[in-house]
């Protein structure tokens, strides 16, 4: 569609392909057709048009794949059955420690964000009472308008500043890691600090947004940085949990910590299990999904119990979530048969609604990367949006009149008189001046009658769009929330209009029902979760009736918005050109072979190879490979060189650091023996191979990659179907396959690009470009 | 431990292993040591001596990798896109089909079981009122057990004389089957009407047995009936679903059929997916969850739905499975912090005895095995277990005195007098005389003093050791709620006790909520699962507050069961010797690498072989490989042969079936064009070998196998580790593994028995024999 200039937020420093050869293979196996995108590469400059076909060569992948090499097997061999006891309990520890974290976090946004709405909240209400009588309502909205600016201006500022990673949901961020693509930054603890800091200053800066999303991001970032046992940004290495200083390891804690993210942020440890492997987890490993529940379970427990304490009643494990939905008593909450059909009809509004806010923040988010890509306009544009919503809120509650009687049993903490009479107060103040969470849970539990329909038709409408232009601002938010809000309103609408146009009103009596119903709707119809976000809004009412109801009504929602456009996290994922991997080849590409889609020809190394090579060919900037097969020829014979291993660019950026060489003429004097230890230390910040110095006597001399490369490589012929090969990478989770042809020699290397360059379009299998965006 | 002679009720026909081989290998790639396991099968018994450290080499693996040979891939080839969508839409009209029959089928369970069960306690309760004053009870006593020993008769001759496959729960079988396991019919229209037929008759029979287990086999016997669109039983071929014959999409189906029976039998879809995502599934994908879910959900409903008509009140969506624990009132149901202490306590009290049950009925399984394998005797034993149970359960209540009032609130259905007072009933005779599951039902929710301590103490001990004898009869029956039902009676009692021990007795008010606990500790010791059965408690009580009680219960009694011994459905497969394939490969195995672990020499054939020559492989019973590698000789050279594809038994018996032979004489005249149709016509019961007629002209003709082979066979080299072997056989579910050496030529084949050998013991790893069991 938009074909314009993109500034990509997410950078990276180098691709696994080895497509791009322009550097000189050393091993021209059987010299395949280069490719024509590869001539559409060259000159390219480097602000390339932007264009949805288009796919990124800047993202490394993670290698969930071990590298078994010689180090390793020594070092798993030594190790007796108490030592992988004591692995598995470490796993269970460092799980714990995840859920725990995760949970203390959570808390610490809930209270302070609590505290800082209580604060404002007087203030304004304050100024709010004192102009009402006397007229001059104008300075409260300024007032109003430049609190929650100062908010948004601090959470802006220092993600546009600090941190870009740190904005928006962080879930497409970590649906891409745990989907197996490197995103800089995104496990820091900086990111955590700024994200934290981020969420709070959008939150109490009253914007449309939540701050559940951001929690599945700290709860991954706490898991990478708890699981590798020391930080990088502190400097501090605790010397613990060396073991699990590597790809495979990293990405199971860091389902662990979405997991358990999610759990925090919706009391849902069910729900947060199934997020973690409906979004991440390819391979389903029993004890992994086992430790991963625990972590779910501890977050949420941790949350609670320190909640309870919070709130002056220890011990009390009511508060499971950030978010409590309320409990929906058994009584009211019976639906019957006939209900079914206007469920699905809900659900079917929800996708539509969804895409178009889809569709909508799509042009906003193109426009934003054409024209709103430096920091200072990105904090401007965050602080308009702030006085906006604030305006545009203090407009609504000021032309409102739906007063409603402020009872003994009312549930509104913050009511707002205003031009009610005494014992009223302004429904529509309730529903814009209380938190997101507090509006949703008063849509689904206050008494039928408590809203009118104009109050929640307005409501809506604003508030979508407010939302919508919300979403994707340089500021750390969630949209779980705004869009159960919207749905929630818009839901409760249905109910009333339900009871209003039937005669027999005590079976629609419960406009809440429809509320949820019309929340699951929205959210499913925007995000288009569906056996996750089912678990977690069950988990999240406390109450299994609703299962079947909010079942049909999120697959409705996903079909419905599907047949329009894709979900939110998905347009932004593809909007970063990420090389993604869906669950399954693109139907039609049987035609396809490894042949085709392998990139050729590929850079291989000798077992025994000399260092200057090394060095030329990881300095090679037009190739930037990250990993290469290793060959060895038969001595004497003219037989082709066979393949033999596969060694990284980061092990080899390690050996060279460590000058791993065999001096030919002193007999490996100077070889020092080198430690997995040495690796480990090294993951996952691996030098540029531009800052480790090699002499040109050092060039001279030899390297023996035996030890280190990966002797056992997953092969394939290059007649095998892409299904086959996407699915042997996918299942796997490799980084690098070697296609052989039946003398088991090297012609060809199949990455993610590779894979992920074909998908389905409108017309059939699809092929992106690659391009050095 | 034991070290007795075994007759195996699961049969088999054929194993994969090439391992086995007094044949005359065609091609030996490079000769390796034989195993000295091969020597100690020669001249084995057929009934061997039963030892746990055997593997039967009698079971096939499903092979869930797709066979892409050049028929399949020009058939993917020559569909267009809206052919793959027309066979993604009929995937999700099977799972609908799939859900809507388990529903009817648990719906017919459920209704029959109520309505016989209704005329048994009207005829019992009107003998028993006639002779209660006027003495001669025993008269009652003999009605009462004649009665029970007919119907378990009725269910034990069907079951043992018809299809000894439908006894017990079905659910170590589904577990295997989903594991990769041929086990054989178990996924029949036969086996299928039988094990609804007994598991009937064993309810209504008053056996301590539950009909929910049967349901998850039921439901995948439906699945894979209805996916195939043909039952070769009853020799009718629909024509539809031709597509889904294979293994791969059949085990999908299955797997969508054991969630939908799990659904229907505890109202849990969630629980449902989750069982069969826990058990089964290797390969998460997010497509095959989604439609798992949607057949869950249909299987509720339908069966919420007729049940709701059945129940007169059409509608009324409250009955969601076939066992409901009734509502748990949310204030009621509040646990407090100091409460968690005294949940891990009863886990660990579930752990130890669902160990001892777990160890009693190994014995007894052992015992059974030994003498009890002749049809009649199992049937007396069930009818022997009857009877002993009617007894008891009579002499118990004769003895009882625990008499209650008979409240207008009182929820039992089947109050029984006896030597109460008017107006009040006999509360043992509730928890014996009801079904399991108003037993379990009055358990979690009678209120308090209900019942009287020594009563649940001794309908424990007794119900302990009842259902402990009852599983693994020759019957139809599930051990859930007899698991539920012992734990909910100590819980209550340990509530009970609580209550009376503490001076405030108002904390521990209510006994039911220890029943709940004590239900899932007992039930996850027995059966060791954790997830799934967190969330089937979760769903079947309709409220999540229990989810994290349950959770740390679930975890507790796991980790203490499993110190002593495994779950019982794992102790159940172990003693079939079913090469079963865990997670994850022994820990400590790394320094096994796939040349000690491989089977060779390999029977290899040509891509041009002589059917003589076939046919000679196949009969050679000696061998009875599955799987033959395809080699080709580069014409004129002396190079040695190299691997060019895989061919199955299966395929080889279809391809002589069809006379698909090259005469060299008349240029392939005789040879017509073989369709995948009619592979898929012959699946899954591919005549045997024996059953075709070569001639011996025919024998000399050539077949040329390169359109039917698989021309890309995953392979790994000779020194890949153990662990790596395994991770890329049971993520991709394979069958066979070719190890091939660095020139590409055959060495060995990796199959299942190969890898499930390998297992971690107390002293490290052993290495289990292989046996034709």
Same mark, same amino acid.
């Given at each position: ?68 090499? /010689? ?30 974290? %995760? ?6 946004? &809930? ?77 820091? !603890? ?37 699981? @590798? ?72 427990? %941790? ?63 193109? *426009? ?35 007063? @409603? ?52 038709? !307005? *409501? ?74 089912? +678990? ?39 909007? /970063? ?15 396809? %072979? ?23 060919? !990881? ?42 060489? +065999? ?7 100077? /070889?020092?023996?080198? @430690? ?13 191979? @531009? ?14 990659? %035996? ?10 012929? /290059?007649?095998?179907? !892409? ?17 052989? &042809?039946?003398?088991?020699? +090297? ?27």
């Amino acid at each position: 569609m938009a074909n314009i200039t993109k500034k990509v937020s997410w950078s990276s420093r180098a691709d696994e392909s080895g497509a791009t050869g322009e550097g000189t293979p050393l091993l021209n196996g059987s010299e395949q057709p280069r490719h024509s995108r590869q001539d559409s590469l060259r000159g390219r400059p480097k602000e390339i048009p932007h264009n949805e076909k288009l796919l990124s060569l800047k993202f490394e992948s993670l290698d969930y794949d071990n590298i078994e090499n /010689q180090l390793f097997l020594e070092e798993e061999r030594r190790m007796s059955y108490m030592g992988f006891r004591c692995l598995e309990i470490s796993r269970w520890v460092v799980c714990g420690l995840i859920g725990f974290l %995760t949970g203390l976090i959570a808390c610490f946004i &809930d209270i302070v964000v609590e505290e800082l709405a209580g604060i404002k909240y007087q203030v304004v209400k304050q100024n709010i009472e004192k102009f009402t009588e006397a007229g001059g309502l104008s300075i409260s909205l300024i007032l109003w308008a430049v609190f929650n600016s100062a908010f948004v201006m601090v959470g802006a500022i220092i993600v546009a500043y600090f941190e870009p990673i740190a904005a928006g949901s962080g879930i497409p961020q970590i649906k891409c890691y745990l989907n197996g693509i490197k995103i800089p930054r995104v496990v820091r !603890l900086k990111t955590l600090v700024v994200k934290v800091c981020g969420v709070i200053c959008s939150v109490v800066g009253g914007l449309a947004v939540g701050k559940e999303g951001p929690m599945i991001h700290s709860g991954a970032v706490v898991a990478a940085g708890v699981s @590798q046992g020391r930080s990088t940004s502190l400097k501090r290495d605790f010397k613990i949990f060396e073991y699990f200083r590597r790809d495979t390891e990293k990405r199971d804690f860091v389902s662990a910590g979405a997991a358990a993210g999610v759990s925090a942020a919706f009391g849902a440890p069910v729900g947060g299990v199934l997020f973690s492997l409906e979004e991440g987890a390819s391979f389903w490993n029993q004890m992994l999904t086992w430790r991963i529940f625990f972590a779910s379970m501890i977050s949420t427990f %941790t949350l609670n119990f320190f909640l309870s304490i919070y709130h002056n009643k220890p011990g009390d494990l009511s508060s499971p979530g950030l978010i409590n939905f309320g409990r929906f008593e058994s009584d009211s909450v019976a639906y019957n048969l006939y209900e079914i059909p206007l469920f699905i009809a809900m659900g079917a509004i929800g996708g539509i609604l969804g895409a178009l806010f889809n569709v909508l923040n799509y042009w906003l988010t193109i *426009f934003r990367i054409r024209y709103v890509h430096r920091p200072c306009l990105q904090v401007m544009e965050a602080m308009l949006v702030a006085a906006v919503t604030a305006t545009v809120s203090f407009t609504m509650i000021y032309f409102s009149n739906d007063c @409603q009687p402020l009872g003994p049993e009312h549930n509104e903490e913050y009511p707002l008189q205003l031009f009610c009479a005494d014992g009223e107060y302004n429904s529509m103040a309730t529903a814009f001046f209380n938190t997101p969470e507090r509006s949703v849970r008063s849509l689904f539990h206050n008494q039928p009658g408590s809203y009118n329909p104009l109050t929640l038709g !307005l *409501f809506t409408l604003t508030y979508f769009f407010l939302a919508c232009w919300t979403y994707g601002l340089a500021v750390s938010a969630g949209v779980f929330i705004p869009s159960l809000l919207i749905g929630a309103a818009w839901g409760r609408l249905f109910g009333i209009l339900l009871a209003s146009i039937t005669s027999n009103a005590t079976i629609w009596a419960d406009p809440g029902k429809y509320a949820l119903i019309g929340a699951a709707a929205q959210l499913g119809g925007i995000v288009r979760m569906t056996l996750s976000l089912t +678990v977690i809004m069950v988990e999240a009412t406390g109450n299994v009736t609703y299962g079947l109801p909010i079942m049909l009504v999120l697959m409705t929602a996903k079909i419905v918005g599907d047949y329009f456009v894709e979900g939110l996290y998905d347009i932004h994922i593809k909007l /970063q050109s990420v090389p993604f991997l869906h669950w399954e080849a693109p139907a039609t590409s049987h035609w396809l %072979t490894a042949r085709e889609v392998m990139s050729s020809p590929v850079t291989c190394l000798n077992r025994i190879e000399k260092v200057g090579t090394i060095v030329d060919v !990881l300095s090679n900037t037009s190739t930037n490979h990250n990993g290469f097969p290793v060959v060895v020829q038969v001595a004497g014979s003219d037989e082709p060189a066979k393949l033999c291993g596969l060694i990284l660019r980061s092990q080899l950026i390690v050996l060279l650091k460590h000058k791993v060489f +065999v001096e030919l003429a002193r007999s490996r004097l100077n /070889q020092r023996k080198l @430690q997995l230890k040495d690796f480990r230390d090294a993951y996952p910040r691996f030098p540029p191979i @531009q800052s480790i110095h090699v002499s040109q006597d050092e060039r001279e001399c030899m390297m023996d990659l %035996t030890e280190f490369m990966n002797p056992t490589p997953y092969t394939v012929p /290059q007649e095998t179907s !892409l299904p086959r090969v996407f699915k042997l990478f996918r299942a796997l989770g490799l980084r690098h396959l070697v296609v052989v &042809d039946d003398q088991n020699r +090297v012609i060809g290397l199949v990455t993610r690009k590779d894979l992920a360059r074909y998908h389905l379009g409108k017309h059939g299998l699809e092929e992106l470009q690659l391009a050095h965006t």
